[in-house]
């Protein structure tokens, strides 16, 4: 185009000139568009292949094979001297009779192996269970009673179609003995999936098929609860002085650097703080959600803060005007008129904010809270987990049901920040005005 | 720690009563009069509260922040010599088991006599401590408060004095930003130090090997101890590449595409749909990363006949592109979107396409704050820890190939600093100056970045 009359012969019109170009011109716009909708489809791909591979891999584990055993509860086994107090009760073999019982149902079963493998059907947890329902019922010591008993994660996998039994024997976690005694059961309806209430009323537990959320969640609770009751205030009252009072000097400047560098700050280095501060000059108890809260406070102000003083902004200088034309001093404006006026968009902003708290991990990595802890803390100063990390600590463990329970904690993960992004959209466009 | 909630609802009432008082008494010097008073009977309550409020709360804070430390030290300058002299590492054992045998918790080994006395001495120290707090908490409020209460006069400026203190309040919230600042630099600072006091700062930067595991004797084999990181940066560097790569790419041609072709339809829908990439969990691309990506880029390579790692650079670069993506468009959208209208009308005007018009128009208009997304998103992709510490090897490797397995910065403060820890060998303390390395980076890209969107956005203002 910068050079016309070069390639075209003598005479020609600009407009032939144009027109001669317009083929090229147009196919390399057509090539540009179709570039520009792959990648907005290969972002979304990435997206939809990350989630469906998540909750392919996962949905099974909001299911687990029960397995139903007959146990025969003889009192001279539980409690020979008939006292029936918590105590005696508590301290009974249940697991030998769990095992009598699984000998009962396959007597020919012998020699030391065999029996070993036969025992391991059934899941380490089932003696605490029948152990729970004994002491919430001695009255049934002497029955024989029949109950649903969690099966061991091998029987899990099998039933759920993860090992493969056509597999050769050498290739498979399940021998073929094993084999024939998982069919046998099938058979007499003794195996069953049912929905897996463990996984969210349990904590942590090195047998996947005992192992729950609920430890990471309450955990992740109390951290939050923490960051929550720590980050909003000061972020909200943050924000109000640089956008109301601050007078414009060195030290602002400052302030507003440092805001704007924290919100760039790997979170990695927050944990690093947290341990070097909190824990070695301050001794705050290690793997506490306090600690977590702390830091989290500290990585979330900045989010805070940029999003509440974005509201401030947004409230219209008249009402400022308006409070002060009628005698309200500036305190009295920002307090009764401004900040409610732009309490919605500090909410969102706090959300937002608790959010990429509730997804964090790596700060929590550093300060301690990434122990194998199977007891559901109580407060803020037990030591817990949170639920990132417990996603990381199972995505660690070799056993294959520990990758559906991964999965799962997950899903259970992203649809908790899914509920905080609605609650943000919904606030925002409930309270959002057009001044 | 049980009997602070009790004290804070002790403080609470007090606080309660103070405002109801210093009410009452605004109301009775002015004879029931509010019109002669200067501020409203409220604030004189206010004024009040905060004074029996404040000066507690402040002592409380710092009680609770420093008892522990406190008593710690003294403790341990209770016990034997012997015991004292031995190194810090062993002396924190020491400690540990006496705070356990204080909480009534299961300690290593039996309990001697020393032990049990200075779990005495803990445990007495620590009901000393609480009941002092109690007596000075309650004893300071009510001081405070009746100095509050007695300075109520008609023409008493409690409005003003409420303000100044709440003003007060607010700048103490302000510089907590300045406080976490100087917390981040001085712990790292501090314990890089230390550590280049035992490793010189030029081994540390230039080194070739890295390799932090300390003999615990001298014949042991492979743990020489060595602290060089250019491993590190290398890998840290090759992961960061390969994510870009896929991040910029994309990033910025759905950025064009959805500012400039896409109906507003499709661009409501596609942009929320591509900013959820940036709300998930790291930890999630993590297992992602290493459950799916990796398995499946080891089998088409070994389907092509390539020796690949199972925890290759190539899987971790991927995962962590993908969760760059929206940073970079949604950054550059913005830019884009700040070029004027006229720009892209006088180039329509000329007969430009619209491909024309984005790349010899909106592009160089756009470029400086393109470049400051790009750098912004290299910094994000530094410091990001969860995928690379799932998906990336643990073991140094200089090497370019994206097919191997590498080691990052982040993973290396993971590892050294997951589990148990000594405070002082240079293991542990090799992480704060690879924090230190991290922080320094992150905020020089961090600076550029923002001083090239800055220097542009003024151009058309």
Known sequence: MTNPGKALPEGATSFARIQAGMAKRRAAERRFKMLGRLAVSVGLLFLSVLLISIVSKGYTAFWQTQMRIDVVLAAEDIDPEGTRNAETLRKADYS??????????????????????????????????????????????????????????DVDMLMKGHIDRNAAEDDRRIKDNVLGWINQLEAEDRLELRFNIDFFTKGDSRDPELAGIRGALMGTIFTLIVTLSLSFPLGVAAAVYLEEFAPKNKWTDLIEVNINNLAAVPSIVFGLLGLAVFINVFGLPRSAPLLGGLVLTLMTL??????????????????????????????????????????????????????????????LLMIGMVAFIADVPQGVFDPSTALPVQIYLWADSPERAYVERTSAAIMVLLGFLALMNLVAVLLRKRFERRW | MTQTPILLVLLLALTSAAYYFGCKRAFRVADGKIRKLHSLPGYYGLYVALWAALPALLILCAWLLFQGSIITRMVVSSLPDAIQQLGPDRLNLVVNDIRNLVSGNIVSGEPDAIMLAAADYYRGLLSVSRNMLFAIVLVVAGLSGWYGYSKIRVQHRARNGVESIINWLLVA????????????????????????????????????????????????????????????????????????????????????????????????????????????????????????VAPFIRESGGFLGLDVASESALAAGLVMGMMIIPFVSSLSDDVIN????????????????????????????????????????????????????????????????????????????????????????????????????????????????????????????
């Open chain 2, 173 to 292: 919230c302000s510089t907590v930003a300045i406080l976490t600042t100087v917390g981040i630099v001085l712990s790292v600072l501090f314990e890089s130090i230390r550590f280049f006091q035992s490793v010189p700062i030029t081994e540390f930067l230039f080194g070739l090997e890295w390799s932090p595991q300390i003999a615990l004797r001298a014949d042991q084999a492979g743990s020489s101890g060595a602290f060089g990181a250019v491993p590190l940066f290398a890998g840290t560097l090759l992961i960061t590449f390969i994510a870009m790569t896929v991040a910029v790419p994309i990033g910025l041609m759905s950025a064009l595409y959805l500012a400039e072709y896409a109906s507003a339809r499709v661009r409501a829908i596609a942009k929320p749909l591509l900013e959820v990439l940036a709300g998930i969990p790291t930890v999630v691309y993590g297992f992602f990363a290493a459950l799916t």
């Open chain 1, 302 to 363: 900045p989010t805070i803060i940029i999003a509440s003083r974005a509201a401030l902004k947004s409230v219209p200088p008249s009402i400022r005007d308006a409070a002060l034309g009628i005698g309200a001093s500036p305190m009295q404006a920002t307090l009764y008129h401004v900040i409610p006026l732009a309490l919605p968009g500090m909410l969102t902003g706090t959300i937002i904010g608790m959010a990429q708290a509730l997804g964090e991990t790596a700060p």
């Open chain 1, 96 to 153: 030998s009779l769990i095992k009598q019982s699984m000998r009962d149902m396959f007597p020919e079963v012998s020699g030391r192996r065999d029996k070993f493998a036969l025992y391991g059907l059934v899941s380490n947890g089932a003696a605490f269970d029948l152990r729970d329902k004994v002491m919430a019922d001695p009255s049934l010591i002497g029955t024989k009673v029949s109950l649903w008993v969690p099966a061991d994660d």
């Open chain 2, 338 to 461: 700040a070029v004027p209208q006229s720009l892209r009308e006088g180039a329509y005007g000329m007969g430009a396409t619209s491909s024309e018009t984005i790349r010899r128009v909106i592009l160089p208009a756009a470029l400086p704050g393109i470049v400051g997304a790009i750098l912004l998103a290299v910094s994000r992709a530094i410091g990001e820890t969860m995928i690379v510490v799932m998906a990336a090897g643990l073991a140094s490797n200089l090497t370019a190939n994206p097919l191997e397995a590498v080691t990052t910065v982040t993973v290396q403060i993971v590892t050294l600093l997951v589990g148990d820890q000594e405070f002082d060998s240079p293991k542990t303390l090799a992480a704060f100056a690879l924090g230190l390395v991290l922080f320094v980076v992150t905020l020089a890209l961090n600076f550029v970045a923002l001083y090239i969107v800055r220097k542009y956005r003024e151009q058309y203002d």
